[in-house]
């Protein structure tokens, strides 16, 4: 299904964006096949029985944002080279780059490059910049102001017109609710 529309690939798996076989009862190793699908955005294989190493081509899935296989990063793969920080939420999470070591018996876990946002939009990286932006907006508003005269004036005079209109419509307001009739016979 994508976007509403049940669609079949059986030539052109290229155009495949996300694949989620979670909870379907999949056994034995994670099929190689997969690490083919080099537009794979979105690939989800967790809460299964799957066995055996995860195959280290699934590095070569260079598109891919999110991944859902079980508790271990793959070795010699470009997720190894992802910081740390991007597998925020993750618990259970194990081998490098994290400090963790896989136990046998733990359950699956997600890796997911930003953390339920769909969109990607909201990472470190989008904090990081709005706050350099507000920093440099605010600066160059009070420098604006602070350097300019004739601007500090017209703002200042702006803002005493704005509080002038507010203190009248406030006023009329109450007069207006004075003069409602507080019982009706």
Same mark, same amino acid.
């Not at 070569?60 to 271990?72: G, I, Q, V």
């Not at 600066?139 to 704005?162: M, V, W």
């Given at each position: ?12 798996? &290229? ?5 989620? $076989? ?5 056994? +034995? ?17 967790? !809460?299964?029985?799957?066995?055996? #190493?995860?195959? /280290? ?5 260079? *598109?891919?944002?999110? $991944? %859902? $296989? ?6 010699? &793969? ?5 910081? %740390?920080?991007?597998? %925020? ?7 490098? /780059? $994290? ?13 997911? !490059? ?9 990472? #470190?990286? =989008? @904090? ?6 507000? &920093?440099?907006? @605010? !600066? +160059? ?16 005079? =702006? ?6 209109? *507010? ?7 109450? %007069? ?10």
């Amino acid at each position: 299904m994508w976007k509403g529309v049940d669609r079949e690939y059986d030539k052109n798996l &290229t155009y495949l964006k996300s694949i989620d $076989l979670s909870s379907s009862k999949l056994s +034995g190793e994670i099929p190689v096949e997969i690490t083919t699908l080099e537009g794979l955005r979105s690939l989800n294989l967790s !809460r299964n029985s799957l066995t055996g #190493p995860i195959t /280290p081509k699934i590095g070569n899935l260079n *598109l891919l944002d999110s $991944l %859902a $296989l079980s508790r271990k990063i793959p070795f010699n &793969t470009k997720l190894q080279s992802v910081d %740390a920080h991007e597998y %925020a939420g993750n618990p259970k999470l194990c081998e490098s /780059p $994290l400090p963790n070591k896989c136990l046998e018996a733990e359950s699956p876990t997600t890796i997911t !490059r930003y953390e339920d946002n769909e969109d990607g939009i909201v990472t #470190p990286e =989008f @904090f990081i910049c709005a706050a350099i932006g507000f &920093t440099v907006g @605010f !600066r +160059g508003i009070l420098g604006s102001l602070i350097l300019n005269r004739s601007l500090r004036h017209a703002y200042l005079e =702006f803002l005493n017109q704005t509080k002038d209109r *507010l203190y009248v419509a406030m006023v009329l307001n109450i %007069a207006k609710l004075q003069r409602w009739p507080t019982t009706r016979s």
